[in-house]
């Protein structure tokens, strides 16, 4: 198995996964199930205030333990709160905190700041 290679859309979630069995296979992943580059996936392109979602990933990926568990907190929060309006950032940015998290190894991040909204 060749080096594992974030996709260039998303920064996190789609990687090369070239095959020991066949090196020339250029076929590659997505752990959300999509092609790659697709359109549909929920990290590419640009936030409601046309930045592009990657650079939020990018500041998520670059976050601390504490504060990753202190910005989940605050996503969460606000993707409940614009439960209402389905187009609001705060949803993709509250399920990008979790994708970071379990990423890393840790999806007990997001079980813990989520218990911690829950209990206010």
């Known amino acids: 198995m060749n080096t594992p290679k974030p996709c ?7 990687w090369n996964v070239m095959t020991e069995e066949d090196p020339t296979d250029n076929s590659a992943e997505c752990k959300l199930g999509r092609r790659l580059g697709d359109v549909a996936c929920p990290y590419v392109g640009k936030d409601n205030d046309g930045k592009p979602k990657s650079d939020y990933i990018i500041r998520l990926r670059e976050m601390s333990d ?13 993707s409940a ?20 998290g379990r990423k890393r190894g840790k999806p ?10 829950s209990a206010r």
């Open 81 to 100: 709160y614009a439960a209402n309006n389905h187009r609001s950032d705060y949803h993709w940015q509250c399920d990008a905190t979790y994708d970071v």
């Open 108 to 117: 007990e991040l997001y079980k813990q700041a989520h218990a911690e909204v």
């Open 8 to 14: 260039d859309a998303c920064a996190l979630v789609y």
């Open 66 to 78: 504490e504060e990753l568990i202190k910005e989940m907190k605050e996503k969460i929060w606000l």
